[in-house]
């Protein structure tokens, strides 16, 4: 992490050798106009993230519920919603298989994305840019679309995957539900999540490879290191910014996701005993329509998901600094 | 000095426009028009009924434009609390009528003058019932719907069936004679989801059995009680006779009349208007009651409806009530009885199979947070657990029980 480091000592200002001047009108519009340019900024962030986060910490303690809402006015309960949520036990089995989801999906995330975009560097020219075109594709299939083609493929009466697996003598795929338990059900979510998040990873990463020297490499190789041993030792850390980034914004996506567990198990599929964070906001707060919960539920899910990412962020950078 | 105040005014430019553009948003109301929110049943079953309501209300209201958006079951209750929030709801809005309770307590609706639409004195006392609160109208009942059976009068007739089925026994031998002769993998007999609750729960009420009752004020599960578990236990017998469809999926995926129009089911279960989407069948297509396990009576089948309600903070009320009364007067639900609905009114029931399979049936407790429980799909989920041999049939039920007690009793 030495080159971080200087980096970031380049950044700050200079330590104030020089005396005192004299403070002028001149000289205080000088430092102020800083300020002013930020100022613009600061005020659009605070428009468009504070204020709708200062209400919804206002809603979390109300109650405010469909009488609530067609009257504009909810009814100040202090921190109830909180210890309503808190003493729910639908609410920590919710929490452990949300976090056991995540790590799986970042997981898988990261070795196909890392393993994909090594691929990506021995590749001739054109077989590289079909994959990558391919990749792009991928990228560029809005959540919704996705959804039905998988739900297409899927299908129980006559999906394309159980066809094929059955004619390719996998086993007996015909009438296959695949969406009959909790397990499968989140299965299949992972498997479209990660074919999703992959076209990002993977082109961000061998972005961030085209940036380790091949002297290095081959220094490492002509010293013997194995092929393992040249990733480990020489690859990793060069591109280790760029994983920490991705892994920490894997994180935030995959603690939250909605879009793709709710239109592919469908909801008059969902029961407590398949909810993610995402649905069981969306189950408390709008089906039930128990707004004030709902907003409590998801500050707490926004500490939640700080909370991991601090920890992993923090994990990360100490590693580096062994190193 | 000069920059600052550029800055400053560039400044309260800034929030000066976004301040604005809020404001706007929230005004953002137009009396040329209304908007009505139907149901997709409408959009696929009955669009030319729609349109010519929508002509009669403007040959009473020129220029006045109908714009008319169609909406999905499960998600339209949150799109309608979102234009509650956000203050553009539309001006009529189409509930079915497990949903209107809730609504009604909190207020959602304007409140209707009954005596103003044709036909409200012998309107069907289910449905009436449904969009009346504290003695105010606020839904205008729109049509209801009986569930049948739908079937290829051919593959029967095939399989040496000469009438149709009086009785839950003969249906189930007739299953099996179907299945002898259709010999396709994935056949169905009777194509039924394993967790189509609508047809679970019919069982349930023909056997005498109920989903919850009331005592001492308190709403109580009554899923295991012995009655209502010989239902759910000949649901699972009937289903495993004759059905090959999922037992953990629900009757729009797939929708069961693209499995019948593929070819892959004798017969089907569900609303009435089912007939309307059975592809190259339709000349091989009919139509009969579900039979009850007692001989010679039809199988209590879930009453459906709808109902119209004008909500609240439609700027346009009096316009949104005079296109409820074009909807729903004698002419279109004459012609929402052809297409195969029940009409809203006792006066206009007419002899169809439709009408007789109403006769007898059953309907969701009345209770407030009864959308909850259909929104939480405790049923489904315990259907599929009673299929799927996940839990006993004992288990499920009490489980489902207990679960739809809690939520009944919700403050």
Redesign the interface.
Known sequence: MTTDRTALAAGTAPPRTRRRRRLTARRIFAASVPYGLILPVVGAIAAILGYPLYRLVRLSTQHYGLFELIRHKGQSIGLHNYGLILHDPVFWHTLLRTVVFTVANVALTMVLGTLLALLLTRLSTWVRLLLTSGLVLVWSMPVVVAVQVWDWMTNFENGIVNYVLTQLGVGDYFHHDWYATAFSQLSMTTALIVWGALPFVVITIYAGLSQVPHELVEAARSDGARAWQVFRDVTFPIVKPVLLILTSLSIIWDFGVFTQPYLLIGQAKIVPSNYLMGIYLFEEGYLKSDFGRGAAISILMLLIVALLSVVYVRRMVKLGDVR | ?R??VV?AA??TV??GI?AASASATSSRHQASGITVWLQVDAQSGWPDVVAAATQQFQKDHPGVNVNVQYQSW??H??KF?AT??GGNSPDVIEMGNTEMT??M????FAALQKSSFENSGTWLKGLAASGTFGGKTYGVPYYAGSRLVTYRTDLFKKAGIAKVPASLAEYTADARKLLAHNTK??FSPVYIAG?DWYVGMSFVFDYGGSIAKTYKGKWIGTLDTPRSLAGLAAFKRFFDAAS???????E???NPYD?YA?G?AASMVGPGWFSCCVGKFKAQTAQFVMPSHTKGQPMPGFLGGSDLAVP??SSNKSLAADWVKDFTDTTSEKALQAKGNIPNATNLLGTSINERAAARSWFVPTAKHWV?VE????L??MLAQIL?GKLTIKQAASSAGDNIASVLNQA
Do not use: H
Request: glycine share 6%; proline share 6%; no cysteine.
């Open positions: 000095m920059l600052r800055v560039a400044i800034v929030l976004a499960p998600d209750l949150q609390d509650l929030a809730k609504y307590a909190a207020g959602a993998k994935g967790e090959r469809a999922s037992k953990t999926t629900l729009t995926r797939p499995v593929q892959q609240a903070p909850d929104n939480g799909n405790i489904r989920n799927t």
